[in-house]
């Protein structure tokens, strides 16, 4: 499970992505309320559905008509809120196993094109297809204030023993001209690592060659990255 965004605001992804393994991801945007991922993730974990916890998260909610909130669990349910007032163009999309978002768009044709990319991009891995979500977005004219910041998680569908790898990938661009683009890199570098990680486990075992070509692997990845 996933929630990838990308916003003029910056450190985005310190508000708007929220996940845990086994239970679910909530993206809470829009005047962000955070607790609404701990508060929401807490729901589903106690046997909530996604809608039940939205319902709950919003009766209580003085700014609720300013929210906008998205939440998956791990049946791949959705539950999702855009409230009257989020500045527009502001709308949703749902569909099996997914949601796309936005507010404060340049335009009516973002979430659109944020679902046809979803749809398109069936074959991808998890990470480069929500990428390709927000590539798509950003190509329809994205935020009508422009480019700041871009987050990515990506959190197991079940949970282990071992939740310190649980979560699979958290990556954020804080500040920058141009986030989408530096969020690509960074999940293609984050492919070679992945590679570094198991050179290093060969290492520990003894298998030399086993190693180098991990390495090797690596190094294909992101040529002339020393």
Known sequence: MAVAVQSHWFSVGTAVSWGEAGVGVVATQSFTNKSFGLRGLAMLKAGLSPQEAMDSLLNNDDGKAFRQVAILDVK???????????????????????????????????????????????????????????????????????????????????????????????????????????LNRLVKVYRAYEHMNQGDYFVEKGKMQEAMNQYNAAMEKVPGKP
């Open 76 to 182: 791949g349910r959705v539950a999702t809120h855009t409230g009257a007032k989020c500045i527009d163009e502001a709308g949703h999309a749902n569909g099996d196993n997914f949601s796309v978002q936005a507010n404060m768009m340049l335009n009516e044709t973002v979430v659109p094109a944020m679902e046809v990319a979803w749809k398109k991009h069936s074959d991808l891995a998890l990470a480069e297809r929500m990428v390709k979500v927000l590539d798509a977005a950003q190509a329809q004219g994205g935020d009508i204030r422009g480019k700041q910041s871009a987050a990515l998680l990506v959190v197991k569908a079940e949970a282990s023993n071992e939740p310190w790898n649980d979560r699979v990938l958290d990556l954020r661009v804080d500040d920058h001209q141009n986030p989408g683009l530096e």
